[in-house]
């Protein structure tokens, strides 16, 4: 195989299990890179990558920024505050003006689900989905399987839990396939309200009960819970979901000793995740930020036609 | 001035006639309808060999965005449109700027219908300003012209004003149509909710938000004893609570519209905005729920819901495109590959439903093809294949799921009071 034979990231589903591989194993080769003093690499020189955010992210715009700027690329950074209807200019205007200023690469994150799909069907610009409303989010699902295989060598006959707002979250959905792929076992855990039952048609098992899975785990991934949901009644105060859905340092006690507790950020400190449980040794949240830098140095070299890198020595 | 169409098959649904057969149009007139009628010196012929004679066509929903929104499409556009379609008689719903809350309003529609080839009833609204807190003079608009009232667009949330509604209209014999549901239910949901919206990460909207809605108005039809008819049904569960309300014996009639028994929610992957409409396009069961309400005639009509929106409001994020689908042009091509090649309908089942139905419904007086009725016809070539292209489609707006799609049934001609005001190429 020789880099990624496509055009856009726009989700996992999209991905084949081949290339999900290959996006991990090449991420190690840049990962390596952060330890030398030097961290920068010529492949994307003369390349101009543009980050078009119409949400408000800091670590995934800054993770793409410091990709794109350790192999050289020239960045351009649009921080759209609201959505383009508000704007006044459509995206897909805006999205024309980059690519006449040729931009190579547009990375966009956006509120609206499929809104990079419509722009891939519309522009000649590699489109690169930071993150499209509650559908998916694979450059996250990508780091967060690298952190896996990291830790645990595998993701085969893992079982994984996802826990939270499964029902809004594009973390979930774009994890679930990844990690499923690789041959884990998923178990979704959250009230009814964030996690419906046609989320079975992922082959995931559904759980409301956090405490009654916990033990069996090798993995948690504790989402963010957005703290406007209770307004919809999606549960009826942050008290209760704390109560039945947090991780606390009393029910991490009552978990594996070697399981990896992550957070795709940012924390809900006291909400979903207990600061002391953050920082535990258990936790690598911290690792899959390193970690989501070096996989997008590695999406950007593969789009951009790169081999392996097993044969590499050095990149 | 005399029309001889010949060699056609005609059909006529109201009274199941369904035989090779010559008509004869003299004025306005259908004059004989019976086989080798002789051609007379001077009268025009239209050669219908291979092709089906039908009453013209009957949508009794569209929007035709006159007044307010004339960049998307006009009372004469859309008739010329609609003529095209095979269509003779379209009923224009009330959701403009203006609403059509008043006489004048109403009377302003069939003045400018009257410069286009058709016939265009108007629907009036249910509530004055479409703001559901008070009735309109309705006595006011159905002497106007106004056909039916609809508040479309939106539900009339408020039960008791829904009641109000459905007693007041009787003394004028007009249905209410609705557009049942529940929004608080469907809480700005984009796409049927289910598997295609939990994939894609899209807010839904469950079925249950159009089916609770036509639940409490076919009780407060039997309440009120009122004629109620509902609008675009896109759920097989409404069917069976149409059933329900029929076997009761509830003044109730409902329509469908082609793209709910052409298309399913996994259309939405492919062709997003253009295959978003409210409600929304929803399971394969809920399709076949669709074609078999139609063959049992619990759904008396097919209407298209014809909604011409601007290319620049469709190329949107999803979220914020507008809902609908034009329909006018892809309705016969649909009810022929869909209902009559596919799901073994005759002509006459498949055509009852955009003629003679919707014509009772509203007391049209049209919607046959017999002698003495009227001279709306439309002639149609079921096994002529057309393809739905930017050059096929002659709306100004081209909001469709279905280009690119090749279909049988092609409108050769439609006639529209004994006048040809739409040809293929002849």
């Known amino acids: 195989m020789n880099g990624l034979k496509r055009k856009d990231i726009l989700d996992i589903q999209s991905l084949t299990t081949e290339e999900i591989s290959l996006i991990c194993q090449s991420a190690r080769y840049f990962k390596d890179l952060f330890t030398r003093s030097v961290k920068t690499v010529p492949i994307l020189r003369g390349k101009t990558v543009c980050t078009l955010f119409y949400e408000p992210s800091t670590r995934t715009r800054i993770s793409f920024e410091l990709a794109a700027k350790r192999l050289s690329a020239d960045m351009i950074n649009v921080a759209v505050a609201t959505s383009s209807v508000v704007k006044g200019e459509s995206l897909i205007d805006t999205v024309h003006t980059m690519e006449a200023m040729k931009a190579d690469y547009i990375v966009m994150r956006h509120a609206a689900s499929l809104a990079p799909h419509f722009l891939s069907k519309n522009i000649e610009a590699s489109v690169i989905n930071a993150g499209d409303g509650f559908h998916a989010h694979p450059t996250q699902a990508l780091l967060d399987t690298y952190s896996i295989l990291e830790k645990k060598g595998t993701l085969e006959g893992l079982r994984i839990g996802i826990v939270g707002d499964i029902k809004h979250s594009r973390v979930a959905r774009s994890d679930m396939e990844a990690f499923k792929r690789l041959g884990a076992r998923v178990v979704l855990c959250g009230p009814p309200t964030l996690v419906p039952d046609e989320f079975k048609i992922y082959d995931v098992d559904i759980s409301y009960n956090l405490d009654e899975i916990l033990p069996e785990l090798d993995v948690v991934n504790m989402l963010r819970i957005q703290k406007e949901r209770q307004k919809g009644s999606l549960f009826p105060s942050l008290r209760e979901y704390h109560r039945q859905y947090a991780l606390t340092g009393e029910r991490l006690g009552r978990c594996r000793s070697d399981i990896i507790v992550m957070h795709p950020g940012p924390i809900n400190r006291g909400i979903e995740i207990d600061h002391l449980v953050a920082d535990s040794p258990n936790s690598i949240i911290n690792e899959q930020v390193t970690n989501g830098v070096a996989v997008r140095m590695a999406i950007f070299y593969l789009l951009a036609g790169g081999t392996p890198l097993d044969e590499m020595e050095k990149v | ?426």
């Open chain 2, 1 to 426: 001035m005399a029309i001889i169409i010949k060699n056609g098959r005609v059909v006529d649904p109201a009274s199941g006639l369904d035989e090779l057969m010559d008509v004869h149009i003299t004025g306005e007139i259908v004059s004989r309808v019976a086989p080798d009628i002789p051609v007379e010196p001077g009268c025009d012929l239209i050669d219908a060999g291979g092709c089906v004679v039908l009453p013209g066509l009957i949508d009794m929903h569209v929007h035709f965005r006159e007044p307010g929104s004339e960049d998307k499409e006009t009372i004469i556009g859309g008739s010329i449109v609609a003529a095209k379609g095979g269509f003779t008689s379209v009923c224009t719903m009330p959701n403009t700027t203006p609403v059509i809350d008043n006489q004048a309003l109403v009377r302003f529609i069939k003045l400018e219908a009257e410069k286009g080839p058709i016939n265009v009833f108007p629907i009036a609204n249910i509530t004055k300003g479409a703001n559901g807190e008070e009735i309109t003079e309705m006595g006011e608009l159905v002497k106007g012209g106004a056909v039916g009232f609809s508040d479309d667009g939106k539900p009339v949330l408020s039960s008791i004003l829904m009641r109000r509604a459905l007693e007041y209209a009787r003394m004028f014999d007009v249905p209410i149509i609705t557009h049942s549901e529940d929004t608080l239910l469907s809480d700005d949901g984009i796409i049927n909710e289910g598997t295609t919206a939990t994939l894609l990460g899209l807010k839904g909207i469950p079925r249950e938000a159009e089916e609770v809605m036509i639940a409490r108005d076919v009780l407060l039809a039997r309440l009120t004893r009122g004629r109620l008819h509902i609008a675009h049904v896109s759920s097989g569960g409404s069917i069976e609570i149409i059933q329900w309300a029929k076997s009761r014996g509830v003044q109730v009639s409902c329509e469908t519209a082609p793209h709910y028994f052409a298309l399913t929610d996994a259309a939405v992957e492919e062709h997003l905005s253009m295959a978003k409409m409210n409600p929304p396009l929803r399971t394969e069961e809920d399709r076949i729920a669709m074609i078999e309400g139609l063959r049992s005639g619990v759904i008396d009509v097919i209407a298209t819901d014809h909604a011409p929106h601007l290319l620049n409001e469709k190329m949107q994020e999803l979220e914020y495109a507008p809902f609908g689908i034009i329909g006018l042009e892809t309705a016969v091509p649909l009810v022929i590959s869909v209902l009559v090649k596919q799901n073994g309908f005759s002509l006459g089942a498949a055509f009852r439903p955009l003629t003679i139905n919707p014509s009772n419904i509203l007391g049209l007086g049209r919607g046959e093809l017999k002698a003495g009725a009227v001279a709306d016809i439309a002639i149609v070539n079921a096994d002529k294949k057309i393809r739905i292209d930017d050059s096929f489609i002659i709306s100004r707006c081209k909001n469709t799921p279905f280009m690119g799609m090749e279909l049988y049934g092609s409108v050769e001609y439609t006639i529209c009071s004994g006048r040809v005001v739409y040809s293929a190429g002849h």
